[in-house]
């Protein structure tokens, strides 16, 4: 085995240690010893991978981001879709792995605000660019007349991440805030409402989130 | 001194602690004994008042998002300035006391970040619902025509919040996120733009940001 492959490896078997004691305990009751503990190996060890607990937290982060990204990369490249649907499905896709459910219901835990951030940040950086190029399709397509695509997406994954954040916390009904959502993609996106209802989409969103 | 006065004398003493503490340790690194030590009372005493840290911090939040309503309210009845004029003043206004801007100073701290979500959600609760009333003035006026003015406003605090957030950990120049602002603010609200142009409401946004 090549020097590269140990390094990737134990790099992954750190995170893969991590990333259960984070979604087990939570990240901010999670120490760089229990890591060291739970994978087997001496502090200069972790330390020759990483720099800190933080930084373990945005490797961790960053391999559920790479996922969201394959999958939006997949749905871009359906011919079948329209760009609104496009748009729903990636933005109010299930996770698909146990691993990323527990992580993403840990991520409403107080003690998660931190990473529950960063995954927001990483996602407005990484993912809301594939977004954008549905969006131009759906421009070009006459469903959407978005002028700045890239931005209009950001500022509105920005508020839907946020308001559907605060309804788990606060325990209101999830309608009220798809009602929200909808009428904020119909206006900063200027969809086109012969080629989509907000009845429609609305339905669409329903089943996306029930699923 | 009536039981209720001495009760809340104590109670403001413990939150003016807490706050302190809050602001210079930060919230996670705040311990209810270290508030119990400053303030030199026994548990007992501070479980009379508060049930958890977590209320406490609540509790102090409460009394910035009560100053910022009191401080909209005065803006909303300011006949002298547009519906505009009063939401950007509103929004982008800077904090008037030391304490405050070193709280907010200190909600952009990692270990902050819970105590930050909760000021979102205590601000759309109890903010949006007066500048809620400066849209419809807005409205009636023809210089917005929005059709859900408390859900529009709800979604555009959410956003612009969150990006300003993002954009001071990431360190990107505050303009870009104006520029995707103003673009939000203009979409949502479908502002008149013969009344309201984006480079007179960005002009007076950077005023304000950088006062």
């Known amino acids: 085995m090549s020097n590269t492959q140990e390094f990737d490896l134990k790099r992954k078997e750190i995170l893969d240690c991590a990333e259960t004691l984070f979604t087990s305990k939570g990240y901010e009751d999670t120490t760089v010893n229990a890591i060291l503990k739970e994978v ?14 933080e930084e373990v937290m945005d490797a961790v982060i960053m391999r559920f981001i790479d996922e969201d990204l394959q999958i939006a990369k997949t749905i871009m490249d359906n011919q079948t879709l329209s760009a609104m649907d496009k748009l729903l499905q990636c933005i109010f896709s299930k996770p698909k ?12 835990e107080a003690n998660n ?8 940040q ?25 002028k700045q695509p890239l931005e209009d997406i950001q500022f509105l994954i920005a508020g839907i991440q946020t308001l559907f954040d605060l309804s ?8 009220i805030q798809i009602e929200s959502v909808v009428n904020a993609i119909f206006q900063m996106l200027v969809v086109n409402e012969q080629k989509n209802s907000k009845t429609k989409v609305t339905e669409i969103m329903i089943k996306h989130i029930k699923a």
Chains 1, 2 share one sequence.
Request: proline share 1%; net charge positive.
């Open 113 to 120: 605000a931190l990473m529950k951030q960063r995954t927001l």
């Open 168 to 175: 788990h916390i606060k325990g209101s009904t999830i309608e």
């Open 40 to 53: 087997g190996i001496a502090k200069g060890t972790f330390y020759y991978y990483f720099q800190s607990k």
């Open 122 to 146: 990483r996602t407005i950086e990484v993912i809301c660019p594939i977004y954008a190029q549905m969006i131009e399709e759906g421009n070009a397509n006459g469903e959407f007349t978005s």
């Open 97 to 108: 792995t146990d691993n990323k459910k527990v992580m993403i219901e840990q991520l409403y």
